[in-house]
T-cell receptor, first 115, second 110 residues
């Protein structure tokens, strides 16, 4: 079956702009989580969506937001981009039931460069 | 939040077993131990997970100590393609949120 698909694969934006990243989870998966990976901070949790609702959130400013659609596809938006937002943004999907030992399947990520 | 401690790097000869340790002394009774690996610039790849029993799949074996305070991931016959950063993660509470530490950079050498 198809894996987690993230688009675009690479992106270059200018400081102050906004950006939208897309993630299509594995068919049947209802949970989508987003992570930011930078050399200095490693992999950090941004937020998780389940059935179109944000279920969990990491410690990121309000410039980072997301949403999930009825088909479980998710988008992540970053407004007023800063140079420090340059990172690999990873999306992961899972079946999403709480209390179960489900792991994640990660996509290949979107490499965002802010100049 | 449950935290894990891993050595920053390890070397292993190709064809030999790679044993990657992880300490998770604050793990709770219902928390699972997961292992993922990340090859440069790719998304992390699931390897294996377990609760308290040892687990084995086609990729690796997971040995969890009886007190569950530590575990070891074993790659039985390491190849050059196993060179990656390996993350040991304890899944916290009931939320689908993983805390990734710094991981162990495994260097498999010919």
């Amino acid at each position: 079956k198809a894996g987690v698909t993230q688009t675009p694969r690479y992106l270059i934006k200018t400081r102050g702009q906004q950006v939208t990243l897309s993630c299509s989870p594995i068919s049947g998966h209802r949970s989508v989580s987003w992570y930011q990976q930078t050399p200095g901070q490693g992999l950090q949790f941004l937020f998780e969506y389940f059935s179109e609702t944000q279920r969990n959130k990491g410690n990121f400013p309000g410039r980072f937001s997301g949403r999930q659609f009825s088909n479980s596809r998710s988008e992540m938006n970053v407004s007023t981009l800063e140079l420090g937002d340059s990172a690999l943004y990873l999306c992961a999907s899972s079946l999403g039931d709480r209390g179960r030992d489900y792991g994640y399947t990660f996509g290949s990520g979107t490499r965002l460069t802010v100049v | 939040d449950a935290k894990t401690t891993q050595p920053p790097s390890m070397d292993c000869a190709e064809g030999r077993a790679a044993n990657l340790p992880c300490n998770h002394s604050t793990i709770s009774g219902n928390e699972y131990v997961y292992w993922y690996r990340q090859i440069h610039s790719q998304g992390p790849q699931y390897i294996i997970h377990g609760l308290k029993n040892n687990e084995t799949n086609e990729m690796a074996s997971l040995i969890i100590t009886e007190d569950r305070k530590s575990s070891t991931l074993i790659l039985p016959h390491a190849t050059l393609r196993d060179t990656a950063v390996y993350y040991c993660i304890v899944r916290t509470d009931n939320f689908n949120k993983f805390y990734f530490g710094s991981g162990t950079k495994l260097n498999v050498k010919p």
